[in-house]
C-alpha cells in the first residue's frame, strides 16, 4: 500500500492536471487539505513537497501552493552546495569564491562556506559537520595538505557513498577514485618558467616551493625535470622547501636566512611557489641591496595582487579567463545536469613585468 503523502499527492496531481484549481491557480490551504483528506500536516507537506519537486506547484512562503504555469520551463532546483577552502579571505581565495558564488547563483543553489586553515583537524571537523547536514547535494573542496597522507579519506569516501558528488580545487587526493578535480598545470607552470629563465639566458635558477600541499610538488617536479632536460645546474641546496606553519618565519629562520644570504648569491634567478611568497623575497632583499632583476630574477605562480603591489612588479604565471573556482563550479553543475564529466585543467600564461 502507498504511503499516505504518496496518496495525497497523486489526488493533487490528477485535479491539477485536470484543470480543477485553474481559476484559481492556487491549491486549498495546508489545513483544508488535512481535513480534505483526514491526514495530519507532516504529511499534506510530504505531498506538497513531492509536488514541487515535480515541477507542478512553487511554494511560497506566506501565500499557499501556486499552480505552475506548465507551458514555460520548470524552475532549476534549488541546491545546498559546500564550499570547502583552506582559506576564504588570505591571497587568491576571494576571488575564486567570488566565482564559484557567481556559478551557484545562476544555478539556483545557495554556497555554504567553510574553511579549514589548511589544517587536518580542521578539516576533519568541517567534513563531520557536511554529514551530519539534513540537505546536501554537492561540494566543492580544495582538500587539506594534499602533499601528505591524509588521515580524513574516509569522511571523504562516506560523504561519496552516499552519492553526494565533489569536485576538488588545486588540489586532490588520488585515493578518492570517484571525485573529480580543478586543477593548475603545476607541472606546466614549472616547466614553462624555467624554459623563459633560460631564454632570457639564465643558467643558474634557484626555487622555493611548498612541501606539504601537491601543488608545490608539481611545481617542483616541472622546474627539476626541465633543468636536467636543459642540462642545466641542479644541487639539493638550490630548493628551499618550506610548510603552512614555516611560511610566516620563512625568510627569518636560520634555514631561510642561509638560503638568502648564501645560497642565492651563487644563482642569477629563482622561481618561487606562489606571488605571495615570491613578494616577502623581495621585500627580503631590497633589504639586503639585491638588484632586481639585475643581480637576481624572481618570477612566480597566480599572478596575484601581490605580484602588482610589490616593487618592483614581479612576473609572473596567470590564468587569464580560466578561474579554478569557476570552472569547478561549472563541472559540478553539468554533473547535477546528468552529464559525463572528466577532470579539467587551468593552463597557464605568463605575464611578464620588471621582476626578469
Not at 300 to 307: I, R
Not at 320 to 337: C, P, S
Request: with cysteine; net charge negative; proline share 4%.
Amino acid at each position: 500500500m502507498a504511503p499516505k503523502y504518496q496518496m495525497v499527492a497523486d489526488s493533487l496531481r490528477a485535479d491539477i492536471l485536470d484543470g480543477v484549481y485553474q481559476k484559481r491557480m492556487l491549491l486549498p490551504t495546508e489545513q483544508l487539505l488535512c481535513q480534505q483528506f483526514q491526514v495530519s500536516r507532516q504529511t499534506v507537506r510530504q505531498a506538497l513537497s513531492l509536488l514541487a519537486s515535480e515541477g507542478l506547484i512553487e511554494r511560497r512562503q506566506g501565500s499557499g501552493s501556486h499552480i505552475r504555469d506548465l507551458s514555460k520551463p520548470p524552475p532549476l532546483p534549488r541546491r545546498s552546495i559546500a564550499v570547502v577552502t583552506t582559506y576564504i579571505s588570505d591571497y587568491i581565495f576571494p576571488s575564486i569564491l567570488r566565482e564559484v558564488e557567481n556559478v551557484l547563483s545562476e544555478h539556483n543553489s545557495a554556497p555554504l562556506l567553510f574553511a579549514t586553515q589548511n589544517q587536518v583537524s580542521n578539516e576533519r571537523k568541517v567534513l563531520n559537520t557536511l554529514l551530519d547536514l539534513p540537505s546536501l547535494d554537492g561540494v566543492l573542496v580544495e582538500g587539506t595538505k594534499t602533499g601528505l597522507p591524509n588521515p580524513n579519506l574516509d569522511l571523504y569516501r562516506r560523504l561519496i557513498d552516499r552519492g553526494i558528488p565533489l569536485v576538488f580545487m588545486n588540489g586532490n587526493y588520488t585515493e578518492l577514485t570517484g571525485s573529480l578535480s580543478v586543477l593548475d598545470d603545476n607541472y606546466g607552470g614549472g616547466e614553462m618558467l624555467v624554459h623563459y629563465l633560460h631564454q632570457r639566458g639564465h643558467k643558474r635558477i634557484a626555487g622555493i616551493f611548498k612541501n606539504d600541499d601537491i601543488q608545490g610538488h608539481q611545481r617542483y617536479a616541472g622546474y627539476a625535470d626541465t633543468l636536467r632536460t636543459l642540462g642545466l645546474p641542479f644541487e639539493d641546496r638550490q630548493v628551499l622547501w618550506y610548510s603552512t606553519e614555516e611560511k610566516e618565519s620563512l625568510f627569518s629562520d636560520r634555514v631561510g636566512v642561509r638560503f638568502l644570504e648564501q645560497t642565492l648569491a651563487g644563482y642569477t634567478a629563482v622561481i618561487c611557489y606562489n606571488d605571495e611568497i615570491a613578494s616577502r623575497l623581495v621585500s627580503q632583499l631590497v633589504k639586503r641591496d639585491v638588484v632586481i632583476p639585475g643581480d637576481l630574477a624572481v618570477v612566480s605562480f597566480d599572478n596575484s595582487q601581490y605580484s602588482e603591489m610589490t616593487t618592483p612588479r614581479i612576473t609572473s604565471l596567470s590564468h587569464g579567463t580560466h578561474n579554478v573556482g569557476r570552472m569547478a563550479a561549472e563541472l559540478l553543475m553539468r554533473v547535477f545536469q546528468g552529464e559525463s564529466c572528466q577532470s579539467e585543467t587551468a593552463p597557464w600564461t605568463l605575464v611578464q613585468k620588471e621582476s626578469s
